[in-house]
């Protein structure tokens, strides 16, 4: 059986994305790892499933790097209305979502974030403006859920910090059930941040848009920045604009690489 793709990208974080809207496509934890493979198959970050919804536009479904099935991806959203041809409403894990072009960047409305230690979720109580946690030398940090689980550093010098230990390390904490979103911030302005990201799934990427979300929210919680928040990751910038109590709303690029079409009797199941 043969699969028709699209190979999209916001920022550098690349996305398979699959159209399920008319055929459905059995999606098991196997094949996208499978498909997400950057040796034997496609390659990506994540694969997207679109599919049809009762309550939206469309359905997404979001499958990382490592099979698993998840309810965000900020940067793929962004994708969303390019791979459709119109702003569309989009039902996820995480809820309903909406996007829509912006002259050549794409809006995306990302809702409300959660706060509560049982909505990251964490292990147990505790507050999560400032986590009594902590991991070498790091600082505490903030947890917010942006429809996936976030957990944000805010550090004086990211380059001084050894990331790709703590990051996995961290990930896989017990203290996380369901695991996390490892961001490592660093103010660089007022309402400027730079941000590196270890995916829960798949590891460093080149930007992360809920991270982008789930970092500007912890900024503004802590009083760090106030207002519109620009995110440096390594593939680019994103706009990032919340207040308490109101949604997040995400703008930046998405790009449509290419299609193509895989035969999935080849790949290493
Ligand atoms: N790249 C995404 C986030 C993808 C899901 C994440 N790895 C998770 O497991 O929650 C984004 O742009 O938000």
Not at 72 to 80: I, L, S
Not at 146 to 174: C, Q, S, T, W, Y
Request: proline share 5%; with cysteine.
């Amino acid at each position: 059986m043969s699969l028709k793709f699209a190979k999209m990208h916001g920022l550098g974080n690349d996305f398979v994305v699959i159209d399920a809207r008319t055929e459905p496509v059995l999606m098991t934890e196997a094949l996208a790892r499978a498909i997400a493979d950057r040796k034997t198959g496609i390659g990506c970050d994540q694969l997207i499933l679109i599919g049809t919804s009762d309550r939206a536009d469309v359905g997404m479904r979001i499958f990382n790097q490592d099979g698993g099935e998840v309810e965000a991806c900020g940067n793929a959203t962004r994708c969303v209305p390019l791979f459709v041809g119109r702003d569309v409403s989009i039902e996820t894990k995480a809820g309903l979502l909406r996007a829509g072009r912006s002259g050549d960047l794409v809006s995306v409305d990302m809702g409300e974030p959660r706060f509560g230690w049982d909505e990251i979720p964490l292990a147990y109580a505790m507050d999560t403006l400032a986590m009594p946690a902590s991991w070498d030398d790091l600082p505490s940090p903030a947890a917010v859920n942006v429809g996936n689980p976030h957990i944000v550093f805010f550090l004086d010098d990211r380059a001084a910090v050894d990331m790709a230990k703590l990051g996995p390390l961290i990930e896989h904490d017990p203290l996380f059930p369901a695991r996390v979103n490892v961001n490592f911030a660093q103010m660089l302005d007022t309402n400027h941040v730079g941000l590196t990201v270890w995916e829960r799934g798949v590891g460093f990427t080149r930007a992360c848009g809920t991270g982008a979300c789930a970092t500007a929210v912890a900024a503004i919680r802590r009083k760090l920045a106030s207002g519109p928040v620009r995110v440096s990751l390594e593939g680019g910038d994103l706009l990032i604009d919340w207040a308490p109590g109101a949604h997040i709303m995400m703008t930046g690029p998405a790009t449509h690489v290419f299609d193509g079409q895989i035969d999935l009797a080849e790949l290493s199941l």
